[in-house]
């Protein structure tokens, strides 16, 4: 089984920036598409962004999109999110997963991220 370990989150001022970071125990890291996910108090968890198993390929949610930068590196089994221009809406627990077919499986802890208004 695959496990991932999210870090990075904080507390930041609006328009500040942080970077999260999702490392994978798992040999087979390359193998899969990867996933951001936040869900902020009282919503539904919702995906932030999408990242193919070679990172050639991406998506973001509009809400999202300009300001955050999903990537992977397979040598270090990890995935990033690169989050600039941060905006109080965007405070949130960050979690990271694994694609699989349709679902997706292996959530890490979370890590949060706030953003005072």
């Known amino acids: 089984q695959v496990r991932l370990v999210e870090s990075g989150g904080g507390l930041v001022q609006a328009g500040g920036s942080l970077r999260l970071s999702c490392a994978s125990s798992?040999?087979?890291?390359?193998?899969?598409?990867m996933g951001w996910f936040r869900q902020a108090p009282g919503k539904e968890r919702e995906l932030v962004a999408r990242?193919?198993?070679?990172?050639?390929?991406?998506y973001y949610a509009d809400s999202v999109k300009g300001r955050f930068t999903i990537s992977r590196d397979n040598a270090k089994n990890t995935l990033y999110l690169q989050m600039n221009s941060l905006k109080p809406e965007d405070t949130a627990v960050y979690y990271c997963?694994?694609?699989?077919?349709?679902?997706?499986?292996?959530w890490g802890q979370g890590t949060q991220v706030t953003v005072p208004s």
């Open positions: 798992g040999r087979t890291f390359s193998s899969y598409a």
């Open positions: 997963a694994r694609e699989l077919g349709s679902s997706w499986s292996d």
């Open positions: 990242i193919n198993w070679s990172g050639s390929n991406t």
